[in-house]
């Protein structure tokens, strides 16, 4: 059981020390320790002071299901909130799963759509993804164990036992939440871009600057994406928080390539320069915000600062000599406060300093161009607008649910046909080693069963040399709940399965006195439940999520080049219409961000490395960061035919290019690897210099810095396309 926990990725627990030995870690040792008074206590009020057995079982097991198979993050009140929702959840589980019990069709048939529900919740955040194992444990146990209706009342006062005394140790219990990680990544990029910014003011950039930066960047994309799903939920604090991660990112982006081409601003225009001194000033306030003050970024100075720089611009002709230089100039200063304006809005939200319809009005009228604010409007941050975005074959997080829900239905089934002793071991099995491909299950699957069996081995023994005492073996029980309690993430996954063995021997043994034979009947019920998930894998899912990677990333590229080209047709008048695609590019760079996360947390040799991978993704949204400030350009931009004609030239190369790197990263089709080289642009000095319009040479720069970035795609997207090419079993 405690296997099941490490459905989540696991701590390293070999590093530096024997393989088979747990490391040290305070968290486990707090959660063991909780496990240990909780499981035992409610198990023996249960057992010996009510007396009733259904209640003690489902006591027992809820314990584990609270304290050990999940483990929610944030404040004591977003703890107590999660606790809540997985007691009531597992109420309606556990109830549902009585009542189907006594038939197999009828149970493996509710079983496909509560278990899709139950997987697919995940999606709502991460203390949602993280109850969803110990929540199905509600469900399965009950209806793949013999019961009837009345039995409903005394199963319901176990898991409740459980959960309250679970829910109250857990809070009581637990280790001073420390400062959130992913938000001192932010704030510590925050600083490192109005470090980079103020010493090119001062004419002092230099290497080190641009080196420290760059590092605090990947710090925070590495603090982002270390978990097998986002670290934000639903709420709009979470998406902020999200958003305002990325939006760091694409600002590190921009004055990396600002730097590169002029380090020393000194000489800069004075609307320039006191633009990007409010930008500077706006991330230091962002940094106090991250790590937890209440500064308030100054966007109305920001705002001043935008409108006098663009004023300054329009003055310029475009017969002065220095007419583009200074254009190319103010496109770094905007598109930087541009960017600074996204980071500080979010971080306002995402602190509780501002209300997020504040910032849906706000977005409204920076992308629209509209002059007045329009009427406050929620937001689409419900589980309605996410659970759209994600039904889809493309969603990792679909196929996953899918996938598994056949799989226990199938469990539900065989077990109940097969007429085993203890069926729902059978389905416990196949939840344990459940992974998103066949390779992988099939490796967990072999330390399952192993670790069961050495887990009989043990409690065997140790059942035989304890004989008929229950005084002993109360005395086993708190010992072997410990161990099964601190297993998991800090011991191999087999340590896990063999000392959930020994509770579980211990467990049964004091219920309904059987011996040694306990173990033997779990290990006959764990290898069928792990044979059921290996095949259900390779019918339905061999590759797991290493293809819906591949699809994701070529949907994210064909959407960001069609938004694109539509930003840019509308930018220089050639389209008639505002562009259509920013939602559905949106939408397919959370699915992809979702299905890397899954890919990166199943076991086995990658092929590739993680920064490869990040990389694909982080183009995948300067793509669609670029076209959403191009849409934001007032209609025909350009001021004359031969600029647009130009222009569109270009962005036709662009979108050519990224087509190409879809179809090189997408489905095979039974075509092979083909060379993928950067593009190139005709010499089209007619954008740069005659044209009358900055927003035409603005454009220029936006298309020219993202053909500058595709060299370091080609190699990690060769990568992936030979991946995708090889048999699912390498």
């Known amino acids: 059981m405690t296997a099941i926990a490490q459905l989540k990725r696991p701590l390293t627990a070999t590093a530096g020390g024997v393989p088979w030995l747990p490391v040290w870690s305070v968290p486990a040792a707090m959660r063991a320790v909780r496990a240990t008074i909780v499981v035992a206590g409610v198990f023996a009020f249960a057992d010996q002071v009510v007396g009733n057995r259904q209640m003690a079982t489902f006591a027992a097991f809820g314990g584990f299901a609270t304290l050990v198979l999940v483990t929610f993050a944030g404040t004591r009140r977003d703890k107590l909130a999660a606790h809540a929702a997985l007691a009531v959840a597992g109420s309606v589980l556990l109830t549902i799963g009585t009542a189907v019990n006594s038939s197999t069709a009828l149970a493996a048939i509710v079983t496909v759509p509560l278990a899709f529900a139950v997987f697919f919740a995940g999606v709502a955040g991460p203390n949602a993804a993280a109850g969803v194992t110990g929540a199905l444990l509600a469900y399965v146990l009950p209806a793949a164990s013999p019961g009837t209706i009345s039995m409903i009342p005394d199963r319901l006062a176990g898991w409740w036992l459980a959960s309250v005394a679970g829910t109250a140790a857990v809070l009581l219990f637990s280790p001073r939440p420390g400062g959130s ?185 920076w992308f629209q161009g509209r002059a007045v604010l329009p009427p406050p409007r929620r937001r689409a941050t419900s589980l309605a607008a996410i659970v759209m975005r994600d039904t889809s074959l493309r969603s990792v997080w679909f196929v996953n649910s899918l996938r598994g829900a056949l799989a226990l239905a199938a469990a539900v089934a065989i077990a109940d046909l097969t007429s085993v002793q203890h069926a729902f071991w059978v389905v416990l099995g196949t939840l344990s080693v459940l992974r998103t491909n066949a390779s992988a299950t099939g490796a967990t699957a072999l330390r399952a069963v192993v670790g069961t069996a050495i887990g009989f081995v043990v409690g065997g023994s140790l059942l035989l040399a304890i004989g008929s005492s229950t005084t002993a073996l109360w005395v086993v029980l708190p010992i072997a709940v410990f161990v099964a309690a601190y297993a998991p993430g800090t011991a191999p996954f087999a340590v896990g399965q063999a000392a959930f063995t020994v509770t579980v021997a211990v467990l049964f043994n004091l219920l309904v006195p059987v011996g040694w034979k306990v173990g033997v009947v779990r290990i006959e019920d764990v290898a069928l439940g792990c044979g059921v998930s290996i095949a259900v894998g390779l019918l339905f899912w061999p590759r797991g999520a290493a293809s819906v990677v591949g699809d994701d990333l070529a949907d994210a590229f064909r959407r960001g080049a069609s938004y694109l080209s539509q930003a840019v047709g509308w930018a220089i008048g050639t389209r008639p219409t505002e562009p259509d695609q920013a939602v559905q590019t949106l939408r397919a760079g959370l699915r992809l961000d979702d299905a890397l996360r899954a890919f990166l947390s199943e076991q086995g040799t990658k092929h590739i490395e993680k920064k490869d991978l990040w990389r694909l993704v982080g183009a995948s949204m300067r793509l669609r960061f670029t076209a959403h400030a191009v849409a934001g350009l007032p209609g025909d931009a350009t001021g004359d035919t031969p600029a647009r004609v130009a222009l569109g030239n270009r962005v036709q190369t662009l979108a050519a290019w990224y087509e190409q790197l879809a179809e090189l990263v997408g489905k095979p089709h039974g075509r092979p690897v083909t060379a993928l080289e950067p593009p190139s642009f005709a010499d089209d000095d007619i954008v740069d210099g005659s044209s009358g319009s900055r927003y035409g040479i603005w454009l220029c720069e936006h298309l020219d810095h993202l053909r500058e970035h595709l060299g370091e795609l080609v190699r990690p997207a060769m990568q992936v396309a030979e991946i995708r090419r090889r048999p699912w079993w390498r």
Not at 302 to 319: G, I, S
């Open 181 to 365: 990680q992913l938000r001192a990544g932010a704030s510590n990029l925050a600083s490192a871009l109005a470090d980079q910014l103020e010493a090119a003011l001062r004419g002092e950039a230099s290497d080190e600057h641009l080196a420290a930066l760059i590092a605090a960047k990947e710090d925070l994309v590495a603090r982002f994406t270390s978990t097998p799903y986002r670290p934000t939920g639903l709420t709009a604090r979470d998406q902020a928080l999200a958003n305002g991660v990325e939006s760091l990112e694409w600002c590190t982006a921009l004055v990396a390539d600002a730097v590169r081409e002029r380090s020393d601003l000194r000489d800069a225009a004075p609307a320039d320069r006191a633009l990007l001194a409010a930008a500077s000033a706006a991330l230091r306030d962002v940094a106090s915000l991250f790590a937890g003050g209440d500064a308030r970024p100054d966007m109305e100075r920001l705002e001043r600062c935008r409108v006098d720089a663009a004023a300054w611009l329009r003055r310029l002709t475009p017969e002065r000599e220095d007419f583009s230089e200074a254009a190319r100039a103010s496109f770094h200063a905007h598109m930087i406060a541009l960017a600074v304006i996204f980071i500080a809005a979010n971080g306002l939200v995402a602190s509780g300093l501002a209300d997020p319809e504040w910032l849906a009005a706000l977005r409204l009228r």
